[in-house]
């Protein structure tokens, strides 16, 4: 992919882990810039753990998200 897109790809992605409550949230997100000003992402955001913790009371919500960026100059 990276052959194809060169460096106007991104993907990311990060966790975040409560060790007391043993929950924890999943976030990545791919950045592609189809022109110079032009960017469109999608994301994802996953929850997980026990429903008394900071992240788990959130375990069924779940989301893909997505936008497009546009730049002027």
Do not use: K, P, T
């Amino acid at each position: 992919i990276a052959g194809i897109f060169y460096d106007r790809l991104l993907l990311e992605g990060q966790l975040i882990y409560n060790l007391n409550r043993e929950d924890g949230l999943f976030q990545s997100q791919g950045r592609l810039e189809v022109l110079d000003n032009l960017f469109i992402w999608i994301g994802l955001d996953l929850f997980f753990g026990d429903e008394l913790g900071i992240f788990g009371q959130f375990d069924q919500q779940d989301r893909i998200v997505s936008g497009i960026e546009v730049g002027f100059n």
